[in-house]
């Protein structure tokens, strides 16, 4: 950037009068370059200071104000992007534990939502073991039944009669209970394969991932997404950021 520096040396108020001419304060108003007014010493003040954009007690300050010191530059330019740093940092990690909050309170919603599931898979569990207690044991006390008229008549030929009865018996029971057991355990399976499916974390596993904006929005729509945008992925094992480059 171009910097024109207007000055003199020392001197009585006559030869620093020119300084004081309205031409001069004129032409240093209009000009669109800065301008650094250095005339005279210290105690010198002339109409062109006031009208200059900076001024400077002498010829060499004026100089130095001109030309900053770089390395100086340079130190305060690594305070703020150090500063900067921090800063962005400290967002982040307090924009993560918003989110990991957030994200809990999700999955806890969730868990809500199949709970009604998984109270009718336990009733469901004990019923069929009552159902099947109570089979065996109607079962059982058919067959002592069974048995006692067996004993009660003796001849040879109604013994194999009520033998081969018993045996009849007991296979139809056999399957009968279970066929009753496949069937409730095809429904215990078709239960646990629903809530399975409708699990955040079983989601997550299939390949979907939750995709939030620099507002910690949850993102339905292309629309909630602004170009260049961080956008932070949250996956089956963790999360990472992407950065969206979809041209406007």
Known sequence: MDVLIVGRGGGSIEDL????????????????????SAVGHDTDFTIADFAADLRAPTPTAAAELATPDGPEWLRKLSRMEQALQASAQHSLLRSKLKLDVYLRGKLLDAYSLLSPYSQRLDDMQETLQNAAATRIFQSTLNINKLEHHLQMRHPAHRNRERTQLLASLQAGLSHAVAARMADLSSQLTLIQTRLEAHSPEQTLRRGYALVENQDKQLIRQTNQVKAGEKLKIRVSDGCFYVRDDTPQ
């Open 17 to 36: 009068w020119n300084f004081n001419e309205e031409t001069v304060a004129r032409a240093i108003y209009e000009c669109t370059v800065p301008v650094i």
